[in-house]
């Protein structure tokens, strides 16, 4: 048994970002599925889905986090290769990954109190993000 869904969202550039987590909840709850599994995944790969405590500081943090491991003004061979001045997006997916799978108990996300899921844009340009969920148990 299981459901799957699609959504779009449109975000900023860099560090455009969602909370996901009533959407897939939803899906969870539409789905009927009591004990399973949910699979959250971002089609590209200069975007990521991870989770976090979904509040401003946290967030700030994260940004931080990233711009020190993978600076926007390194010098990226995919530059070289494309020159669309991306390669510190296609980084920092890598690093976060474009999909998380969540358990589901009792009908419900098993996710901590103040685990979010979240969803951003990394590239350097402003894009419309395609999330694939999909739920699957008994």
């Known amino acids: 048994m299981g459901l799957a869904r699609r959504w779009t969202f449109t975000l900023d550039a860099e560090f455009g970002h969602r ?24 089609t ?3 975007g990521a889905i991870t989770t976090i405590e979904y509040e401003r500081g946290a967030l700030l943090d994260l940004r931080r986090a990233l711009d020190q ?28 990954k474009t999909g998380i799978a969540v358990p589901v108990i009792d009908g419900q996300l098993q996710l901590g109190t103040w685990q979010e899921i979240l969803l951003l844009n990394l590239d350097n340009r402003a894009r419309t993000r395609e999330v694939v969920g999909v739920v699957v148990g008994e």
């Open 19 to 42: 909370n996901i987590s009533a959407e897939v909840a939803q899906l969870v709850a539409d789905s009927g599925i009591t004990t399973g599994v949910v699979s959250v995944h971002l």
């Open 44 to 46: 590209g790969s200069t």
């Open 69 to 96: 491991l993978a600076p926007v003004a390194e010098d990226y061979r995919h530059n070289e290769a494309y020159h669309d001045g991306n390669g510190f997006s296609h980084v920092r997916s890598a690093l976060l």
